[in-house]
């Protein structure tokens, strides 16, 4: 077991001494934003509790989880009053000897109809709106997971896994950009107990940026003093996640599942719980009440930020502010609906958003 941990450090480590001074802090933003209404409702504390299809998202090592017969996941989510559409589309496949696992994943955030105003302003200074025309900016991931399992006895199962990210981003017919990464995980789990590492980006995930502006576009932004984009690459840092759960039994058919994941980063001081120019730490605490393992209750916290009060005028006084989250679950057989209730922010105009989430597990024919 050791010597995984070993080899997870080693290329963390390894990449970040490399490439420093290279990384955007805030890169790839969209894949941070979760997957599941489970996940969600429960703070996003799911690197050692996710037991289905978004496990290749969360943590690929879990994904051996999955036994027996095939499982589907689907999600969709409006942010910012319907602005920003986020979906998610997984599925993972256990092979014959429910000893590994293959699963796929599919990310999108999008915003349309973005005004587009080059060429609002004519030369003599008037305004046309009829020149305004609109674009689309949509962020795609596709995830491509393996897990295996290394020891499975009575009391104790280890697994590992990985993931191969292939990134397209698009706005509108401005700029493209193409990318890809890799994340790595391992789960630990006994009777009640969970553990687990996943490492993300462990080699750097980049973004190769190309930008196409017609000559009446670059002109419109040079009369406006705005500098030309052209080809860069932006570069993601790794990071890494730990975690531990405990399910606790309450009664004969209710028990209570509980998770605290530490995300972990090195690229400079962040907005995060603990800051420093050497780590930042950001926790995330998930809770789940399971009845019979048919109906579900969850809450959780997470995104502790300090951010100026929205009461003072004078922008000087910082106030932290979180993340907090609720949500339940109804099980049918195969068949999983999960809802999750949360908000960007926990000051006097909090922006709620409702996650709506579907799982099927696909019986195979005999």
């Not at 080699?203 to 002109?219: I, L, M």
């Not at 690459?233 to 209710?254: C, M, Q």
């Not at 109804?330 to 909090?350: G, R």
């Amino acid at each position: 077991m050791n010597r995984y941990f070993i080899l997870l450090t080693f290329l963390f480590s390894n990449s970040t001494n490399i490439l420093q001074a290279q990384f955007r802090k805030y890169s790839n933003e969209f894949l941070n934003i979760g997957a599941g209404a489970r996940g969600l409702a429960m703070g996003s504390a799911q690197i050692v509790s996710s037991d289905d299809a978004t496990s290749g998202y969360w943590n690929p090592a879990c994904l051996v989880k999955v036994q027996n017969d095939p499982s589907v996941s689907i999600m969709h989510a409006d942010y910012f009053a319907g602005i920003a559409k986020y979906d998610f589309a997984a599925l993972a496949i256990p092979l014959q000897n429910n000893k590994r696992t293959i699963g796929v994943s599919l990310l999108r955030f999008a915003i349309d109809d973005i005004p587009n105003t080059l060429f609002l302003v004519q030369p003599d200074g008037s305004l046309n709106y009829n020149n305004i025309q609109s674009f689309s900016s949509q962020d795609y991931a596709f995830l491509f997971s393996y897990a295996e399992t290394l020891k499975n006895s009575g009391d104790k199962n280890i697994s590992i896994g990985a993931n191969t990210k292939v990134i397209y981003r698009k706005v509108g017919s401005f700029a493209t950009a193409f990318g890809f990464g890799f994340d790595a995980g391992l789960s630990m789990h006994g009777n009640r107990w969970k553990a687990a590492i996943m490492a993300k980006d462990i080699t750097t995930t980049f973004n190769a940026w190309s930008f196409n502006f017609t000559d009446k576009e670059k002109q419109a932004l040079y009369l406006a003093n705005n500098q030309i984009p052209v080809q860069s690459t932006e570069l993601t840092a790794p990071r890494i996640s730990v975690g531990g759960a405990y399910k606790l039994p309450i009664h004969s058919s209710v028990s209570l599942l509980t998770e605290v994941n530490f995300d972990m980063s090195f690229d400079g001081r962040r907005n995060s719980l603990i800051s420093s120019n050497i780590l930042n730490i950001d926790p995330h605490v998930g809770i789940e009440l399971s009845y019979k393992d048919i109906f579900f209750m969850r809450g959780g916290i997470s995104n502790f930020q300090k951010a100026l009060a929205d009461a003072d005028t004078l922008n000087q006084k910082k106030v932290w502010i979180y993340q907090p989250s609720i949500g339940a679950g109804f099980k049918i057989k195969n068949f999983s609906v999960d809802y999750a209730f949360t908000n960007l922010a926990n000051q006097e105009s909090p922006l709620f958003t409702n996650v709506f989430s579907l799982k099927l597990n696909l019986i195979k024919r005999k």
